[in-house]
């Protein structure tokens, strides 16, 4: 019971987590935003780099790229939310029953690692340089985050769940 619980709890946390950034980048949207333009505009990276030709100028890109970042952190956020509810409703359930529960905290946790990762990581990072820039640069949050977001997916589809009590060697 107490692994149930555990998955359900830490399926919760990056729930509340996945909530208060998608939160904030609503609430202070023009700080947020200005993250956000900055890396496509690529002007604060390092003075002559091969890779400007990847630069969008167009601030309705910048916008509907932001947008976009907010519905992916947004929808990472539900489906965390009814992903650990989901689980805690079926914390007494057997083993399928509870395995099937599962399924809406795989993909909230699955989205935000790859919200993080591919939205961050690689094309933040990578195809817009963003790791060159020392004002803009949130290549090493990203990654914490997205870590941070495996490592709980990992442990919830591990199978380590059952409710039945493993039985000692030396009883058996």
């Not at 990847?54 to 990472?76: D, F, K, N």
């Amino acid at each position: 019971m107490m692994i149930r619980l555990s998955k359900s709890a830490m399926v919760l946390a990056m729930a509340f987590f996945a909530t208060l950034v998608a939160f904030g980048n609503i609430t202070d949207y023009a700080t947020n935003f200005a993250f956000v333009h900055h890396v496509f505009l690529m002007d604060t990276t390092f003075p002559g780099n091969g890779i400007m030709y990847r630069a969008i100028e167009a601030q309705w890109l910048h916008r509907l790229g932001y947008a976009g970042i907010i519905a992916l952190e947004t929808l990472t956020a539900v489906l965390c939310w009814i992903g650990g509810s989901k689980l805690l409703r079926a914390r007494h359930a057997d083993a399928a029953g509870f395995r099937a529960a599962k399924k809406w905290a795989i993909a909230g946790l699955t989205l935000g690692f790859l919200t993080w990762q591919v939205g961050f990581m690689s094309v933040g990072g990578e195809w817009f340089g963003m790791w060159m820039s020392k004002e803009w640069n949130g290549v090493p949050d990203a990654f914490r985050f997205f870590i941070t977001l495996l490592l709980v997916l990992v442990y919830l589809t591990m199978d380590n769940d059952s409710l039945a009590e493993p039985v000692p060697p030396a009883a058996r």
